[in-house]
């Protein structure tokens, strides 16, 4: 039988590593740019790390790791035979895979805080894991690219964060629009409609919006016990129009009774206002149907979308001011962003957005005719290695038609070659593999050719 891998999860090759590699790399010189250091984590937390934190939808989604040995010791047979197994999960699984980078994050802040100097700026890239159902753009597996300032209160990080989003994206040429809201804001819209007990229940509702559209939406916020006066109360705000400035007037007329609704307005309009002054180059939009559905987000929430490929948001974040003090550490405000590394993937994929450069592995390939030529080829393939041109040299003396054909295979732009004539005279021969000329050339030479 073939062997295969799980729904959900994807083989990269060379090619397509070479493209992740330009993403990650690109992603990186950017964080370190504004001075983010980067850490990493366990792929497992211990699951009490981990559940409680996403909100119910997210706890369904945790991969759980059964405990090594014999998991099934002391566990009532009984148990087996009901409908739900749910509540046998914390006995028979201690740890679980990680869902995202952000409380793994929050673990380490608290379990290394006297080695922290606050604020820290972190990066961070790695797989997650969510048991999902496998679709276009969504996998099982994949990698998050996160940064992160905890110990700061100050919107300055917020406007750095979009910054970061934005200069990523161009060095990508890569159109996207920055959305942008704010839970405070998300809490004040449901108390001025009397349904402060049911934030979440909305949050994660309109969070659906596009995916599931309206009426899906005001179904299931009626599945969850809001009144029809309720849900008429949201329509308009969810169906908001015009400019960032316009959207921002009109939601602090409606949240004048909410002091956290104000607050999320202000923080906002701080926002907006700076990046306005800082010439970003993508579309920055205040959108009140942006929720996020996750838990721990207090404070201003973030989304990118790219403009030129129908898929899920690519980017994402906000502020998590509760987060550490889940893990008994209160006090502590952080704010950070997601590159979904997977999903930018696809989307650079279909807009053929890679630099041409990256696509080439090898630059010069040594041809192999024997063991004197080999060894004679080997000198040059040492220099011109030191001197940054990737380069190899065929292993076998094979025929000169199957060395030519792996080079193209392999589209390796230039090959050297060296018989007798050409060790008694110490030169090569380059071919360019594109045009088909060919030159003689000294073995110092073959350093120029980048």
Not at 69 to 82: A, P, R, V
Not at 127 to 144: I, L, M, N
Not at 353 to 365: H, K, N, V
Request: net charge negative.
């Amino acid at each position: 039988m073939k062997p295969s891998i799980p729904k959900g999860t994807r083989d990269f090759g060379p090619a397509e590593m070479a493209r992740r590699n330009y993403i990650l790399d690109t992603i990186r010189s950017v964080y370190m740019l504004y001075g983010f250091q980067q850490i990493e984590t366990p792929a497992m937390e211990n699951l009490s790390t981990l559940m409680g934190k996403y909100g119910e939808e997210g706890d369904k989604l945790l991969f759980k790791i059964l405990n090594s040995g014999d998991f099934m010791k002391g566990i009532d047979t009984g148990n087996l035979q009901e409908t739900s197994l749910g509540h046998l999960a914390a006995q028979l699984c201690e740890k679980g895979l990680r869902y995202d980078l952000t409380v793994p994050f929050a673990r380490y802040v608290v379990q290394h805080r006297e080695e922290l100097q606050l604020p820290f700026r972190r990066f961070q890239v790695q797989p997650v894991w969510r048991a999902d159902r496998p679709q276009k753009g969504r996998y099982r597996e994949f990698f998050q690219f996160d940064g992160d300032v905890v110990g700061s209160d100050s919107l300055l990080n917020e406007v750095e964060l979009m910054q970061i989003v934005d200069e990523v994206f161009s060095r990508f040429g890569v159109r996207v629009c920055i959305k942008i809201n704010n839970r405070k804001i998300l809490t004040g819209i449901s108390e001025v409609i009397g349904a402060a007990d049911k934030i979440v229940d909305i949050t994660v509702a309109i969070d659906k919006l596009d995916k599931i559209g309206l009426d899906n939406v005001n179904a299931e916020l009626r599945e969850d016990g809001l009144t029809e006066e309720q849900i008429a109360a949201l329509q308009p705000i969810i169906a908001l129009e015009g400019t960032n400035e316009e959207k921002l007037a009109t939601i602090a007329g409606v949240l004048g009774s909410s002091e956290t609704g104000c607050k999320g307005v202000e923080e906002t309009r701080f926002i907006l206002n700076t990046l306005k002054g800082l010439n970003m180059r993508n579309c920055v939009e205040l959108d009140l149907t942006l929720a996020r559905g996750l838990n721990y987000y207090t404070g201003a929430i973030f989304e990118v979308k790219a403009l030129d490929v129908q898929i899920g948001s690519i980017t994402g974040g906000g502020r998590y001011d509760n987060l550490t003090g889940i893990f008994g550490m209160p006090g502590i405000s952080g704010v950070g962003i997601s590159f979904g590394i997977d999903r930018i993937f696809d989307v650079l994929n279909q807009l053929d957005a890679y630099p041409q450069a990256i696509t080439t592995a090898t630059q010069l390939l040594f041809v192999n005719f024997g063991e004197a030529e080999a060894a004679y080829a080997m000198k040059a393939l040492a220099a011109v290695r030191q001197a940054g041109i990737r380069a190899e040299i065929y292993p076998d003396a094979a025929k000169m038609k199957k060395q030519m054909q792996y080079a193209n295979a392999r589209q390796i732009p230039y090959v050297a070659l060296a018989g007798e004539s050409e060790i008694a005279a110490g030169t090569f021969t380059l071919k360019d593999m594109k045009t088909g000329e060919q030159r003689t050339v000294k073995p110092n030479e073959l350093t120029n050719l980048c």
